[in-house]
């Protein structure tokens, strides 16, 4: 099981293999297709991320100590931004999904490429998952 530091890496380095942005849209395109689909029951008002200009789902599901999150969107673009994520973020510690830096958007130049609307809806995703990570963590016992 690779961590989100390493996951995030393996991210920018496929990015990385892209001359331009049509060609990145298009493998965020493709990325969004593999994503994990959401249950048609948690496609509701409760699991939509709020900042959102498109429609995003995301739940998410404590699975031995790990968060495991699966998502949809009715937007390719950001079906393929819930995707980046959610390979990052799911299937981790809820501590470590809370204390993890994002620094790979950046570096693979998402965040400026995206318009200011879909921009906000990336920091909103980011903050909703971690939001899911926190309520786990505080759940867990402590030790």
Not at 19 to 33: N, S
Not at 61 to 88: P, Y
Not at 119 to 141: C, D, R
């Given at each position: 099981?690779?961590?989100?530091?390493?996951?995030?890496e393996d991210i920018v380095d496929e990015f990385a293999l892209f001359d331009?942005?049509?060609?990145?849209?298009?493998?965020?395109?493709?990325?969004?297709?593999?994503?994990?689909?959401?249950?048609?029951?948690?496609?509701?008002?409760?699991?939509?991320?709020?900042?959102?200009?498109?429609?995003?789902?995301?739940?998410?599901?404590?699975?031995?100590?790990?968060?495991?999150?699966?998502?949809?969107?009715?937007?390719?673009?950001?079906?393929?931004?819930?995707?980046?994520?959610?390979?990052?973020?799911?299937?981790?510690?809820?501590?470590?999904?809370?204390?993890?830096?994002?620094?790979?958007?950046?570096?693979?130049?998402?965040?400026?490429?995206?318009?200011?609307?879909?921009?906000?809806?990336?920091?909103?995703?980011?903050?909703?998952?971690?939001?899911?990570?926190?309520?786990?963590?505080?759940?867990?016992?402590?030790?």
């Amino acid at each position: 099981m690779s961590n989100i530091q390493q996951i995030q890496e393996d991210i920018v380095d496929e990015f990385a293999l892209f001359d331009d942005w049509m060609q990145r849209y298009e493998y965020m395109i493709e990325l969004g297709k593999s994503l994990p689909l959401i249950d048609d029951k948690y496609k509701t008002d409760d699991y939509i991320i709020k900042g959102c200009q498109s429609k995003v789902w995301v739940h998410a599901d404590m699975k031995e100590d790990k968060v495991v999150f699966t998502a949809d969107s009715d937007a390719i673009i950001t079906k393929g931004i819930i995707a980046i994520l959610i390979r990052v973020f799911s299937n981790q510690r809820p501590k470590d999904i809370i204390e993890a830096n994002t620094d790979f958007i950046d570096e693979i130049g998402l965040k400026e490429h995206l318009s200011p609307t879909r921009a906000n809806g990336l920091v909103s995703m980011i903050k909703q998952l971690k939001m899911y990570a926190l309520g786990y963590e505080n759940k867990q016992p402590q030790n």
